[in-house]
Each structure stands twice: as structure tokens, then as C-alpha cells.
């Protein structure tokens, strides 16, 4: 059999690559360059006001990470695109010597014909025949020699097309390598910029770590205290959940309920959501992880770091906050430090959004996924625009970044 079997990189060592693997890193690509785009949009607008901030930084360092990443995917994509230049070279060797062979074969065929004298080409071949089973046989064995003929003429033909085709995706393959280059070549220079800016950037923010170290205290203190309340506010909701399983099925009453009960509706809810993870849709059409879940190094300090209940996302200023999943709005308050919460129940898992200025839903509403439920809120002093985005299961927080798309 003639041909080839690409394999996929991360599971065998391999010679080439497959079309879904190659759209793969081209989406990748877009991605990370939708990432660097809006860190300059939010840059762009703290920038403005001439306050740097620690948001700042970290959206500083978000871009230099993200322009690092899209440098090792061209990086990636050059190194396939050889792998199929390599292959496409050698299938085309092979194209070459199957028609030699082929060639050869023809050749040889056709000097057998002609030492065989010109009965071979002619009825003549067949009408000397001794009697009517020779010349059946004659008639067969003449067709057989016609057929093998043009098949050998088929199959130099079709392997002629393969290694013109080969050559055509050689050629485009060189091509893509050769603007591959230059898209890593121009990274590398604004990559360089970038990393100039970051490092001043941290140098201006040691300059004034007293004044970070304030703000730093006053935003865990806030985390803090928006964790505590969370985490009431889910208690007293998982209460009410467990309450309302008790009395749709009143068998129950005396048996150990688990804390943690939900109806046959809230069961069917949270495992849909489990499903989901890894799939659910962000928060705000556009935006980056400026902050992650858990601790977080405080750039322009001595090691101090914060501890994260969830994520900051920062987003173009006015940005629409929607729903990352079915669910019921649990509750919406005013929380000191984090403006407008809004906290949606999805059986016993739930997702938080802080930070909100207008607020789109009340308690007790039915949204779906992608519906609207508000708007984020800015900074009157720096212009700066950050959603805080957590997740919950049960009372124990987890890290949103897996469970969301990208």
C-alpha cells in the first residue's frame, strides 16, 4: 500500500502532523494574541491616569508571559512544518522510484511483446489458432496482457499526480516556514520591549512598596472578609436546599440526611455542571487572568504574597458579566471591597461575581447560560477594570481556571 499515516506529536514521536493538530496551534495563536491585545487595552487606560498600580504590573507581566508563549507556538509550528517538509521530501523519493520500477516493468513488457512478433498486437494472433478453445484461450490471454498493460499505465499516471501534488504541499509547506520565521523574528524583538517595560515597571513599584504594602493588607483583609461571607451565604443556601429535599420526600425525615442534600433537580443541576468542566464559557466576552486562584507572588516586593479565592479578570471598562452556567441567583448584596455580588447556585456547586456595577438579576431568578446579570465596575482612581470570579463546591472554594474554556 502507497501513502502515509501522519501521527499526532504529544502521543508518539512522530513524522508529521495532522490538520487538527496544526488549526490547534493556529487557535492558540489567536488566543494569546486576543490576551497581549487587551492587556494593551487596559495598559493603555491605566497608562492615562499615571498611576502605576499593582494591576498594572501584573497585566505587565500577563502580556510578557503571553508574548513568550506565542513566540514557543511559532516556535512549535516551524519545527512541524520541517517534520513535513522532511516527509513530503521523502514520499516524494518514493513517488520516484515506484515509477522507475513501474517504468521498467512497462519496458520490459513491451520487448517480451515484440520478440513474441506481431501476433501479440493483431487477430492474427488468435485466427491461427488450431481450433476454437485455442483461440478462446488466445482471446483471454490476449485481453489479460491489454488490461495488465494499462493498469501499469494507470498506476504511473496516478503516481505521477502524487509526487506533483507532494511537490505543491512542499512548496507551500516552505512557504509557511519561511513567514513562520519572520513572525517569530518580529516577536522576539517586541518581546524584548516588553520585558524593558516590565522591569521598569517593578523597579517604580519597589520604589513605592510602603505604599503597596498598605494596599496589600487593606485587599486581603477585603478577600478575606468576602470569603467569610461567601461562605455563610452558601451555608445557609445548602441549608435551605436540604430542607427542601426533606419535605419532597418526607421518608427521609428520620433517616441521616447528608449536609449537603439536594433535590432530584439540584442532583441533576450540579452533575451537569460537573460535565461541563473544562467547558464553561468566561465570565466577560473578553478579558485576561490578571491574578490567579490561591497565593500569588506581589511583584515590587520581597516575596509577600496574597492569598486568592478566586480569579481576577481583567476586562475593557463597561464589560458585561454573564452567567457561566444555568442556575438560580441565591443572592445579590453589596459587599465593602467588592462593590455588587452576585452568587448563582447551580445545585450544590456555585460560581461568585464580584466587583459588579450595575446588577442585571435579583434573588430567586432563573438564568441561563450566557445570560447577562451585570456589568463590571471601575476604578475611580486608576480607570482600571476587574472582575473577581470564584467557584464553590459545597463550602470549599475551587481554582476556576479549569473548569473554564480556555
Known amino acids: 500500500m502507497r501513502g502515509w499515516t501522519f501521527s499526532f506529536l504529544f502521543l508518539i514521536s512522530f513524522s508529521g502532523y495532522s490538520q487538527k493538530s496544526k488549526e490547534a496551534l493556529e487557535q492558540r495563536k489567536l488566543q494569546l494574541q486576543e490576551d497581549i491585545n487587551i492587556a494593551n487595552i487596559l495598559l493603555k487606560k491605566t497608562q492615562k491616569d499615571k498611576v502605576l498600580t499593582l494591576n498594572e504590573v501584573r497585566t505587565l507581566d500577563r502580556k510578557v ?21 522532511s ?46 478453445q485455442q483461440a478462446l484461450k488466445r ?38 516556514k519561511i513567514n513562520l520565521l519572520s513572525q517569530e523574528i518580529a516577536q522576539k524583538k517586541i518581546l524584548l520591549n516588553d520585558r524593558e517595560e516590565q522591569a521598569k515597571a517593578v523597579k517604580a513599584l519597589k520604589r513605592k512598596e510602603g505604599q503597596v504594602m498598605s494596599r496589600i493588607k487593606k485587599k486581603s483583609s477585603e478577600l478575606q472578609k468576602l470569603e467569610k461571607q461567601i461562605q455563610k451565604i452558601i451555608k445557609d443556601e445548602l441549608k435551605r436546599q436540604r430542607n427542601a429535599a426533606r419535605q419532597k420526600n418526607s421518608s427521609t425525615e428520620n433517616s441521616n440526611i447528608s449536609e ?64 457561566v452556567f444555568n442556575g438560580e441567583v441565591s443572592t445579590v448584596v453589596r459587599i465593602p471591597g467588592a462593590n455588587r455580588v452576585v452568587l ?14 450595575d446588577v442585571y438579576v435579583k434573588m430567586g431568578d432563573e438564568v441561563d447560560i450566557l445570560d447577562e446579570i451585570g456589568s463590571v465596575a ?6 482600571e477594570s476587574t472582575l473577581h470570579f470564584e467557584l464553590w463546591k459545597n463550602t470549599t472554594n475551587q481554582d476556576p481556571k479549569p473548569w473554564l474554556n480556555r
Do not use: C
Open 65 to 85: 508571559n503571553a508574548r513568550a508563549e506565542l513566540i514557543k507556538t511559532v516556535q512549535f509550528q516551524i519545527k512541524n512544518t520541517e517534520r513535513q517538509i
Open 87 to 132: 516527509q513530503m521530501q521523502k514520499e516524494i523519493l518514493k513517488n520516484e522510484k515506484e515509477i522507475n520500477i513501474l517504468k521498467n516493468e512497462y519496458a520490459s513488457a513491451i520487448r517480451e511483446a515484440q520478440k513474441r512478433g506481431k501476433p501479440m498486437q493483431s487477430w492474427a494472433y488468435i485466427f491461427a489458432s488450431d481450433g476454437i
Open 139 to 176: 482471446l483471454y490471454f490476449l485481453k489479460q496482457y491489454v488490461g495488465f498493460r494499462q493498469t501499469q499505465v494507470d498506476e504511473i499516471n496516478d503516481l505521477q499526480e502524487k509526487k506533483k501534488r507532494n511537490i505543491a504541499k512542499e512548496e507551500q509547506e516552505k512557504r509557511l
Open 260 to 323: 449537603y442534600e439536594l433535590t432530584p433537580e439540584g442532583v441533576a443541576l450540579a452533575q451537569n455542571f460537573s460535565d461541563n468542566k473544562g467547558n464553561l464559557p468566561w465570565p466577560v466576552k473578553r478579558g485576561i487572568i490578571t491574578q490567579n486562584f490561591g497565593l500569588n507572588t506581589v511583584p515590587g516586593t520581597s516575596g509577600v504574597s496574597i492569598k486568592n479565592p478566586g480569579v481576577d479578570i481583567g476586562t475593557p471598562k463597561g464589560s458585561l458579566v454573564r452567567s
Open 344 to 357: 448563582i447556585r447551580h445545585g450544590n456547586y456555585f460560581t461568585v461575581y464580584s466587583n459588579l456595577e
Open 378 to 383: 471601575s476604578d475611580a482612581e486608576t480607570g
